[in-house]
């Protein structure tokens, strides 16, 4: 289908194509770039790609939402557009050896953006995986998740860590990537047939590059800096009480990084032990550590996820960077379809993703 979207758009055959999922993370937020654990996995959702090689530099974009093809160049400076993404990739492969040229790019999506869903990781790491595989460059995809980032970080503008490129990079659909964000080391763990891990949109839209991402990175710089260290969700108890002079926001930011990293590793070891009952929990706690400590949820979404536990979830939370977008709940399959009328019932806004 995407082949054929792209003959359409560009005139000829492309030379490789193929899908990358998006993910919705368990738990674990905010840890990423803190030297935590994280719990993502990847989606049915995601975004196809099919990419002609050029003779010249040019950079030539066709998302089917748009009629117009956005036209780049390599060595282009990122202009806030949403083609940015892909110049930025096709600009880092040509770095990388792993491109000599310019490309066509052709891009479908069911992904709802802004949802914190990572879609914009699967843009990059799916095209950076194409381009690979066009020629015979031996690349991981650890590191196509690590150059992936480096894109959002250096071309964009969006200082996340990496957990969403190693998610969509690594993590097969049905297991769970359980990823200690500071060495990189990561094991997959199965999530249980008799759960679903439900995501629902709250009919909130973000964007990571809004800034309030980047203004909790900068509160947990100060903890950094003081505690003289990268991994402050490792940080022990006594340097926790050691920053008892520090503002009460920035002492609240290092109690939810502190505490989820904590979270998030009982919940790794619960999903092993099919524990739904804990996980969930793990899960709702979550979401309060963010509403209550890091500040990035928002009523509407409360509300949502209190409503998700009230009508029989084992546990539910807001996913992603924050301030919009989805909520994950962990939902028994025998109650899903009566669970997901009566959340939407109430929540006229929202809408079920998958
Ligand atoms: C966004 C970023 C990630 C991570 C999450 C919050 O998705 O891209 O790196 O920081 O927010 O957990």
Known sequence: MISAFFGDRFGYSPNISGFTPGRVNLIGEHTDYNGGLVLPAAIPLGISLAVGLREDDQIRVSSAL?????VGRIGDKAQSHWADYVIGTIHKANNLGLLSTGADIAIQSDLPSGAGLSSSAA????LLKLCRDLGSHPM????????????????????????DQMAVALSPPGQALSLDTFTLDFKLIEIPGNVHMAVIHSGIYRQLSEGRYKVRKEECDIIKKRLGRQDICRMTDTEYSNLSDLPATIQNRARHCWSEHRR???????LKSNDMKLFGSLMTESHQSMRDDFEITLPEIDKLTEDAVKFGAYGARMTGGGFGGCMVACVDETILDEWKSRVLK????????C
């Open 123 to 126: 843009l990059t790491v799916g």
């Open 264 to 270: 998030t590793k009982s919940a790794s070891l619960a």
């Open 346 to 353: 109430q929540h006229p806004n929202a809408f079920y993703v």
């Open 66 to 70: 748009y009629e117009h093809i956005y």
């Open 140 to 163: 991981s995809e650890l590191e196509i998740a690590k150059q992936a980032q480096t894109i959002e970080n250096e071309f964009i503008g969006v200082p996340c860590g990496i957990m």
